[in-house]
């Protein structure tokens, strides 16, 4: 009988979820501080994930939770050009479930 294959879960920053790596867009800090999209997921540096959800990502901008998550601080330049990028590729990940159905915003 063949074993089954782990698969790999993480977390998303903004509604606490946990979901596998390929339903999730991960944003990266690469080692010369430049935070930007990840969605291969192999890019150096250190990673956050967020579900792919344009709520969601608004919501991360509104906690800072992206500069928690990455420790460094990002100015409003820095998040237009993220959510530039997030748009591009957020519909490849609209069919996956967030845990932000209800409404509660704390």
Avoid: W
């Avoid at 935070?35 to 509104?62: H, M, Q, S």
């Avoid at 998550?69 to 996956?96: H, M, N, T, W």
């Amino acid at each position: 009988m063949k074993k089954k294959k782990k698969v790999p879960l993480r977390t998303c920053i903004v509604c606490h979820k946990a979901l596998s790596k390929k339903e999730m867009i991960r944003v990266v800090r690469t080692p010369e501080g430049v935070v930007e999209l990840d969605p291969t997921g192999k890019k150096n540096g250190r990673g956050a994930y967020i579900c792919g959800r344009v709520e969601g990502f608004e919501r991360a901008r509104k906690t800072k939770a992206f500069e928690r998550a990455l420790k460094v601080q990002l100015a409003a330049a820095d998040y237009d050009r993220l959510r530039e990028q997030f748009e591009q590729i957020a519909p490849r990940y609209a069919g996956f479930q967030c845990g932000e159905e209800t409404g509660n915003e704390s």
